[in-house]
């Protein structure tokens, strides 16, 4: 060893005596890196990671900060500083974020768990863990640096940790996918197209589903429901016979599942956005498809996109075709306050009675808390149905889950996404569709309009529906009514959707 690097390695060592002698500096860098890192993940990422790139950078940050502070404090305590320093200052740094996932966390309401697990639960997982990991290890280097011996015991622990982590980064960076459309000798069909992407709308990759036997087939765009459902693996289990006849198409909406990080700025998240997102998908799939038109099918909150858009646009659609139609969601809630206070009262319910009045009559300030309760009332309100056999095997055949997080076409972020997305496009969404009344404002529209009707359909929906379709003036418009189904019709009465489509629909529209 020469003098000159015999004095710098004499110089690092007196660095790191002073440092470590020194009890109020280790903290200090051990907390100063992990606040830094919480301000910057909070300005880049104020809805916690939202996708594979996110949460992965956020891992091999959190990593990094551990192992300053583990390193620089040389205590075991790093292991609790840092990860508190990382969530005040993303906390203080995020205020005003908007949203149940980023709110002040609610302990009262099954809805804001779920809002607590999903967006701090999630980014915890992703940050603390390797944060803690990393601040084990910097200490065990430490320690062995300050002449402290460590036996291959005390490397355990750190390395079962670095394991878990390589685990995890592995769990999250699996991509999503949609199985192939097959011929009969079980090979990939040709001409055929089975495609989950993320697609440029209005300058913000959102994430699109495309299925379809050709090509060439007539293209029809589902628009989902909530506001903030997504519904890409019920498209591909329950629509699979419509894929002989038409690419189906199903679309993450801004803020929604794989769409989730458009959610920022959430600023950016209005109805006239949303509806002008419809419109440049639409544009991107007459180009990708050489198509003139295309079909739109809207569900519950997708009818009032799908109104507006073919309302703006009717040279885009060859028709409208809506399920579970919404017309005016203002006394739509109103309608079902009263319904369900008076189920209160005949079911002598006075603790349901008590839950309503506390939320105060629609539209509720307390959102998504106060909708979100109501909804746990509809059991009570729908008339008895039975929907098709066909249908309730299609969709326990299938494996997908009510919200369809378990389907392929989501990866282990944007599994998150598809409820979190539903809670917060929600919350920011909702209060923006107060006032819409079709009945006044959509009276006439210059598109084909076909409207599935489900008899057991709560009557606080239906009967406006029924409403705004009589008066309705359209260059062709039909009513197809089913005993057997609700809000969903589409889905509940696929089949006879599919026949629908090619014996009326079809020959009266596509040209």
């Keep these: 060893m020469t003098a000159q690097t015999l004095e710098k390695t004499r110089t ?118 390797p944060m803690i990991v990393g601040a084990g290890i910097g200490v065990r280097i430490a320690r062995q640096m300050a002449g402290t011996t460590a036996g291959w015991s005390d490397w355990l622990w750190p390395g079962l940790g670095v394991l878990g982590i390589i685990l995890l980064a ?120 050489d198509e003139n038109k295309i079909y739109l099918l809207g569900e519950s909150y997708g009818t009032i996109l799908g109104v507006l858009a073919a309302q703006q646009r009717p040279d885009l659609y060859h028709a409208f075709i809506g399920s579970g139609q919404m017309v005016n969601l203002t006394e739509t809630d109103r309608r079902l306050y009263d319904n369900v206070l008076a189920y209160a009262a005949q079911a002598g319910d006075a603790q349901l009675d008590d839950k309503m009045r506390s939320y105060g009559e629609p539209p509720y300030a307390d959102l998504p808390y106060g909708n979100a309760f109501v909804m746990g009332q509809y059991e009570h309100l729908y008339k008895p149905y039975t929907p098709p056999q066909s249908y309730i095997d299609r969709g326990n055949s299938a494996g997908i889950d009510q919200f369809g997080i378990m389907g392929s076409e989501y990866n282990l972020v944007e599994k998150m996404n598809v409820l979190r997305g539903l809670i917060d496009m929600f919350t920011i969404m909702y209060p923006q569709l107060q006032g819409i009344d079709f009945c006044r404002d959509a009276a006439r529209l210059e598109v084909p309009v076909y409207m599935l009707d489900g008899q057991a359909e709560l009557a606080a929906r239906r009967d406006l529906a029924l409403e705004w379709f009589d008066i309705l003036d359209a260059p062709i418009k039909r009513m197809f009514s089913f005993e057997n189904a609700a809000h969903a019709v589409a889905f509940e009465q696929y089949e006879a959707f599919h026949k629908i489509l090619l014996d009326t629909i079809l020959p009266e529209t596509y040209r």
């Excluded at 860098?29 to 956020?58: N, S």
């Excluded at 908007?98 to 999630?122: K, M, S």
């Excluded at 801004?254 to 950016?268: E, N, V």
């Design 170 to 289: 592995i769990s999250i960076i699996r991509s999503a996918s949609t199985p192939p459309i097959l011929d009969a000798e079980g090979h990939p069909l040709p001409g055929s197209i089975a495609e989950v992407s993320m697609v440029p709308v209005n300058g913000r990759d959102m994430g699109v589903l495309m299925r379809g036997q050709s090509v060439d087939n007539p293209v029809l765009l589902y628009l989902a429901g909530g506001p903030g459902q997504s519904s890409l693996p019920h498209l591909r289990t329950i629509f699979q016979d419509l894929e002989r006849d038409f690419i189906v198409v199903s679309w993450d909406q801004r803020g929604t599942g794989k769409s989730y990080a458009a959610l920022d700025p959430a600023s950016d998240l209005t109805l006239e956005q949303a509806v002008s997102d419809t419109i440049a998908l639409t544009n991107y799939l007459r180009q990708r498809f």
């Design 12 to 129: 690092s060592s007196h660095t790191l005596d002073s440092l470590w002698q020194a009890r109020w500096l280790g903290p200090v860098l051990g907390a100063g890196f992990a606040a830094l890192a919480g301000v910057i993940t909070a300005w880049a990422m104020p809805h916690d990671p939202a996708t594979t790139a996110q949460a992965l950078i956020v891992m091999i940050s959190c990593l990094a900060v551990g192992l300053i502070a583990g390193f620089s404090m040389r205590s075991y305590w790093s292991l609790l500083l840092a990860p508190f320093a990382y969530v005040c200052a993303i906390e203080l740094a995020r205020y005003g974020a908007v949203g149940p996932t980023v709110d002040l966390p609610r302990f009262d309401e099954t809805f804001g768990i779920l809002a607590l697990v999903l967006g701090r639960g999630f980014h915890g997982l992703v940050a603390f863990f």
